[in-house]
Structure formats: structure tokens, C-alpha cells
């Protein structure tokens, strides 16, 4: 968790000079709480590790793998308050709450958080004998109290072990697929041998406010060739309450033109509870949307036949569901910049997400960023506003004197 840190002498050894620069946060428009800021690293701050704030309490802050950014998770910001931090470093006497990358076993790898579970990376290489289980990357994500409890659905061995198992964790892909000469391929499904493949990690950053992954995946058609090559980012923020995950890739091809298409339910960025929501989700799982709090089991699907307009263009949606014996909220934030239009789809089993249409070229590769809040419990469609403001416009951020 993002914490605020007074001055404990049996934690920290030294405080050693602060940054001469000092960097100046501006609010956004509304009160936040628990907000990601990423500031200009001020000259001379190579090692700074902590922001000192105005009530004279300290921020964990990280250093981005670039060093170009400062990022720090403040604890409030009013609206419109712009408030000033000094970067500064501590010397600690032992390692504080930290992310870290687990050993790849088996192409699969965990990110957690001061020895908590917060992510798996689930990227065995495709085998033809296992193609099911291993046909497409994906990430798991774990309950944000205890890392225990996998609140999403894995892999599967079989199209049979429970419902829509090609379902998977924070997962994306697209059903319609055409290039070439009336190639086709479905990534969502895997079928005739389509799927796609982690390739490499290209980096990894690790520290005490963020753990972020950028991996290589190669999506490949029935013939076993490469049609598209994808850039994925994943990057998981220590902040109370819960989870904050930061989505994003982009897909780019060599080929004159590959067509993205497909459905809302098989199309996309989404995410899927796991299979224990499949058997509880009519008694349990509602959608929490812009528009306020939906019926248990009421699901909204856009239709080609009657497009229902509240399921156009999201800027956010959020499931509750139980697994467990405990209820979990997971906030779905789209960014604007994202291709239009995007259309909705849900289910009382705890898939849900949207999809577009977009024609893949080498001067237009597709370029898609989403966030992604998980907690315990229920939230309001006013905390699911604020942080979809918090992600879209972030605060403004200044070196100030």
C-alpha cells in the first residue's frame, strides 16, 4: 500500500537532503483520494525515494526506469488545491513495502506486493499438443486484502471445464479477424489452431509504488505465421484499498491491412470472475454504471438489431460480484483516447468489457490504454467517477522553486 511515513527511527536510519527543486501538484475537479501523480524528475534528484509533504508526513515515490518521471501515490488532493512536495531520500535500516517480481516457472510469473500476491502473468509457450491451455497470454489478478483468493478464471485444459473457460483474467482479442487473401483468424477463441504468444519480456520496474511488466506477444493465424506483433504494458500501483492496475498495449502489423472485428462478447479488452461467479452470478453480480446502480442479474449487451445507446462509449463500468463468501467491485475505466465506438457487453458471470472495429496498418498501429480499480466490497458510482477522472486527466504537475 501507498503509505504515509513519519520520521520512525527504527525504520529509518537517515534523512538525507532533499531535492533544492520542489514539484507543485494541482487538483483535478473534484476531491481525490489516493491519487497517481507522475512529475518531471527534478535535476539532481537521482535517488530520491520519498516525497516530503506539506503536513510533514513522507510518500513512498519511485524513480520510472527512464529516469524522466517521479511518481508518488498522494494521499489527498483537493479539488483545484495545488499543493507543493520536496523529493527527498531516506536510508532505511530495512527494506520497506516493495514490489517484486517472482522467478518465471513454467512461463508463468507473480508480482507482489510486500510478499502479498497481486498479479500473474500467465504466458506458457504455445504448445499444439496443449493448445487450449496455452493458445493466448493473459493476467490473472489476485484479491486485493490477503493475495490468496484468485478472483479471476484461469486456463483451462478443456473448452469443457466450466463455462466460457476461453474466458480468461484480464484478457484481449479480437473473434473477426481478415487479412491477406481472405485469411481469417479468431484470437479470442483459439479456434483452427489461431493463438497468440508471449514472445519476451522487454522490461520490468519494480519498486515501492509501482511493479510494471512490458512484454512482446506475437499473434499468429491458422497457417502458424505472424499477422500482428503487440506491445503490452501492465503496471500494478501501491495504493490502500485495493488494486490499481494501469492496461495498455499496442498492436502493430506488417502486413497492408488487418481487420479487427468481431462482437461485444467476443471482442476486445475484458475482464472474467472466476468460474466460481459462473454458478453464483444470477443470485449476486450487478453492474454499477454512469447512469447509477443496476438490478442483480441485469445485464446490458449492445445489439446490432437495436443498438441500446447506454452501452456506446463507457467512460466506465464496474461488476460486484461474491466469490469467496465475499464481495469484490471491479471499476473497468476506458480512456477517451481510445478507438470509437466502443460497444458494451456484460454478463452475470463476471465478464464484461467492449469492443470496436479498427483496420491495422503499418502507419496506423492500435494504440489502447485502460485502468482497472479492484476492491472488497461495493463502491458508488461517484467514487467510480472520480477515479475515471483521476486516469483521464491526471493532475498537472509543474518544478516549482
Given at each position: 500500500m501507498t503509505r504515509t511515513l513519519p520520521a520512525f527511527a527504527l525504520v529509518l536510519a537517515l534523512a538525507l537532503p532533499a531535492s533544492a527543486q520542489k514539484i507543485a501538484v494541482t487538483g483535478l475537479k473534484t476531491d481525490q483520494t489516493n491519487v497517481v501523480v507522475a512529475a518531471p524528475l527534478p535535476a539532481g534528484a537521482n535517488?530520491?525515494?520519498?516525497?516530503?509533504?506539506?503536513?510533514?508526513?513522507h510518500a513512498a515515490a519511485q524513480i520510472t526506469a527512464d529516469g524522466k518521471q517521479l511518481v508518488c501515490v498522494l494521499p489527498k488532493l483537493k479539488a483545484g488545491e495545488t499543493v507543493t512536495v520536496t523529493p527527498g531520500t531516506l536510508n532505511y535500516m530495512k527494506a520497506p513495502p516493495h514490489f517484486k517480481f517472482g522467478e518465471e516457472k513454467d512461463g508463468v510469473s507473480e508480482l507482489t506486493f510486500d510478499g502479498r500476491k497481486v498479479l500473474q502473468y500467465f504466458h506458457p509457450k504455445h504448445d499444439p499438443k496443449d493448445h487450449f491451455y496455452t493458445f493466448k497470454p493473459f493476467h490473472n489478478v489476485y484479491d486485493p486484502v490477503k493475495g490468496e483468493l484468485v478472483l479471476t478464471n484461469s486456463s483451462a485444459?478443456?473448452?469443457?471445464?466450466?463455462?466460457?473457460?476461453?474466458?480468461?483474467?484480464?484478457?484481449?482479442?479480437?473473434?473477426k479477424i481478415s487479412y491477406g487473401d481472405k485469411q481469417t483468424a479468431d484470437i479470442w477463441h483459439g479456434t483452427n489452431d489461431v493463438f497468440s504468444e508471449h514472445e519476451k519480456t522487454l522490461a520490468t520496474e519494480a519498486g515501492e509504488v509501482f511493479g510494471r511488466q512490458r512484454s512482446l506477444i506475437s499473434w499468429h493465424g491458422k497457417d502458424g505465421n505472424t499477422f500482428a506483433t503487440e506491445g503490452r504494458e501492465?503496471?500494478?500501483?501501491?495504493?490502500?484499498?485495493?488494486?490499481?492496475?494501469?492496461?495498455?498495449?499496442?498492436l502493430s502489423t506488417k502486413l497492408d491491412k488487418v481487420r479487427l472485428d468481431g462482437d461485444p462478447q467476443h471482442a476486445g479488452f475484458h475482464f472474467r470472475a472466476n468460474q466460481e461467479v459462473a454458478k453464483n452470478g444470477e443470485k449476486n453480480t450487478y453492474y454499477l454504471r454512469p447512469d447509477?446502480?443496476?438490478?442483480?442479474n441485469e445485464t446490458r449487451n449492445w445489439d446490432p438489431k437495436g443498438a441500446d445507446k447506454r452501452t456506446i462509449d463507457l467512460p466506465w463500468n464496474a461488476v460486484s460480484f461474491v466469490t469467496g463468501d465475499k464481495r469484490y467491485t471491479v471499476l473497468r475505466?476506458?480512456?477517451?483516447?481510445?478507438?470509437?465506438?466502443?460497444?458494451?457487453?456484460?454478463?452475470?458471470?463476471?465478464?464484461?468489457?467492449?469492443?470496436?472495429?479498427?483496420?491495422?496498418?503499418?502507419?496506423k498501429p492500435l494504440k489502447l490504454k485502460y485502468r482497472v480499480w479492484v476492491q472488497e466490497g461495493e463502491m458508488t458510482a461517484e467514487?467510480?467517477?472520480?477515479?475515471?477522472?483521476?486516469?483521464?486527466?491526471p493532475p498537472a504537475t509543474r518544478i516549482a522553486k
Open positions: 535517488a530520491v525515494n520519498v516525497v516530503n509533504l506539506p503536513n510533514g508526513l485444459k478443456t473448452n469443457k471445464d466450466g463455462l466460457f473457460p476461453h474466458h480468461r483474467g484480464l484478457f484481449f482479442g479480437f473473434n501492465v503496471t500494478a500501483y501501491a495504493v490502500p484499498g485495493g488494486t490499481l492496475i494501469d492496461w495498455s498495449t499496442v447509477g446502480k443496476g438490478k442483480i475505466i476506458n480512456h477517451p483516447d481510445n478507438p470509437k465506438e466502443t460497444r458494451g457487453s456484460e454478463r452475470n458471470y463476471g465478464r464484461f468489457g467492449d469492443y470496436f472495429e479498427y483496420d491495422l496498418t503499418p502507419s467514487q467510480c467517477n472520480a477515479m475515471a477522472e483521476a486516469f483521464v486527466t
